[in-house]
């Protein structure tokens, strides 16, 4: 447990703990450490949740698949992130997304029951554990919610130049490296990979963005949107 303890201290679940008393948070916790291979479904569609994933060492994805096996990028969790959170808090009992190793990864389980009910031993810690909690659910739905204008939009061409907007934004630094390559993009935009490759080739011959791979620069794009 000691050598990811870094990833588990910068998690937002335990913000505000002191780290000489996270030993003792996990203990009370009842938290359980597992290893996923590179590729590995750490969660399956229609599993059963059994608490909430801490992302101790690697990075994840969530996705939804349909019939078809087109899949949905939900988002990408990395060290100290969870997952599954919002299901088990809300009484989902089986999962509506997967979960799958982008790397190899180890998770931290913890019964959300040992996080939500009172402490028998009257821990001090159990009350900030729950606001953060709650701060992290609500921040996540904000994220999909995001998500959802990006989809709202009509064009291929309007939902690229958006979600590369935000990016830029949230890097604070242009160029700036965006979390996913060209399939994982296209499949969280919800578009054709070759329409979205055409459509970043004539965004480019125009001079709005340049790239390669996951690196852009994006040019006055408060001019050029649309």
Known sequence: MKEYMENLEKSALFKSIQRDNLSAVLKCLGAVLKQYDKNERILNSGDEVIGVGILAKGRAQLIKEDAMGNRNIIGEIEGGELFAESFVCAGIKESPVTVVALE????????????????????????????????????????????LDYLSLRTTREKLLEYLNDQQRR?????????????????????DRSAMSRE????????????????????DIENDVL
Do not use: W
Request: proline share 2%; with cysteine.
């Open 200 to 219: 970043l080739g004539r965004l480019r011959d125009e001079g709005i963005l340049q790239f390669k791979r996951s690196l852009f620069y994006l040019k």
């Open 104 to 147: 190899s990864c180890v998770v931290l389980f913890i019964q959300v029951n040992k996080i939500i009910d009172v402490c028998s031993n009257e821990c001090s810690f159990h009350k900030q554990i729950i606001n953060n909690l709650l701060k992290i659910i609500a921040r996540k739905n904000l994220n999909l919610n995001r998500k």
């Open 171 to 191: 890097a604070g630094t242009n160029p700036f490296t965006i979390p996913m390559n060209r399939v994982q993009l296209a499949d969280y935009l919800c578009v």
